[in-house]
């Protein structure tokens, strides 16, 4: 596609309810990333995708947190037993590894996540 | 644990006043960006900074990268309404590493 899409773009639960988050990045961007953003703040790290392969998942809060990536291509990240704390925007960016410098990440728009 | 620390967290300013922002760390990076986001979107490239003591121009955004890599500014001239936005650096050391963001609001 066109540009990084994210669905869905607001998410209200229940606290204790399991969420997916989905991210299609640009055709072709071999590297994926999930990002979150509280209100006003700095991006943190998630996971990183290669292809399908996730060689980074530092990031990852608790084992509540888990990401998957299928045919090089959609992501998903869930989230199990959701927390008041979760609450924050998720990002998703694609990038070309080889062109990072030139082109960065393109981000998508997020998903607000909001666990009431 | 690579950081990035940016001041001021947040600037508000009126329109036609002159700012800079930094971005600090104790690490070295191989390159440096610095992304714009405005509210319900997802950040967008402004600039890459690669060798130290770099220069880039955009318009009246200049972005210098330091010396020894380990830090950044933005400069903003004659800041207009348009440059509101949370500013964010980014060091390239695997993945990007981002700084907490610079808010900033430009009046009328």
């Known amino acids: 596609g066109a540009g990084v899409s994210q669905s869905p773009s607001n998410k209200v639960t229940e606290k204790g309810k399991d969420v997916e988050l989905r991210c299609d990045p640009i055709?072709?961007?071999?590297?994926l990333y999930w990002y979150r953003q509280s209100l006003g703040q700095g991006l943190e790290f998630l996971i990183y995708?290669?292809?399908?392969?996730?060689?980074?998942k530092s990031g990852l809060p608790s084992d509540r947190f888990s990401a998957e990536r299928t045919g090089g291509s959609v992501s998903t990240l869930t989230i199990q037993r959701t927390q008041q704390e979760d609450s924050a925007v998720y990002l998703c960016?694609?990038?070309?590894?080889?062109?990072?410098?030139?082109?960065?990440?393109?981000f998508g728009s997020g998903t607000r996540l909001t666990v009431v | 644990t690579q950081l990035l620390e940016q001041s001021p967290q947040f600037l508000s300013i009126q329109e036609g006043e002159n700012l800079t922002v930094y971005c600090n760390s104790s690490?070295?990076?191989?390159?440096l960006q610095w992304y714009r986001q405005e509210p319900g979107e997802g950040p967008v490239l402004l600039v890459t900074?690669?060798?130290?003591?770099e220069v880039k121009k955009l318009k009246r955004l200049t972005f210098q990268f330091g010396d020894a890599r380990k830090d950044s500014s933005l400069h903003i001239t004659a800041a207009q309404p348009g440059d509101t936005g949370l500013y964010l650096c980014?060091?390239?050391?695997?993945?990007?590493?981002f700084g907490q963001g610079t808010e900033l609001s430009v009046k009328p």
């Open positions: 960016a694609s990038s070309l590894v080889p062109r990072l410098k030139e082109h960065g990440y393109t």
């Open positions: 055709s072709g961007h071999t590297a």
């Open positions: 995708f290669q292809g399908n392969s996730a060689p980074d």
């Open positions: 690490s070295v990076f191989s390159s």
């Open positions: 900074v690669v060798t130290g003591g």
């Open positions: 980014a060091g390239l050391g695997g993945k990007l590493i």
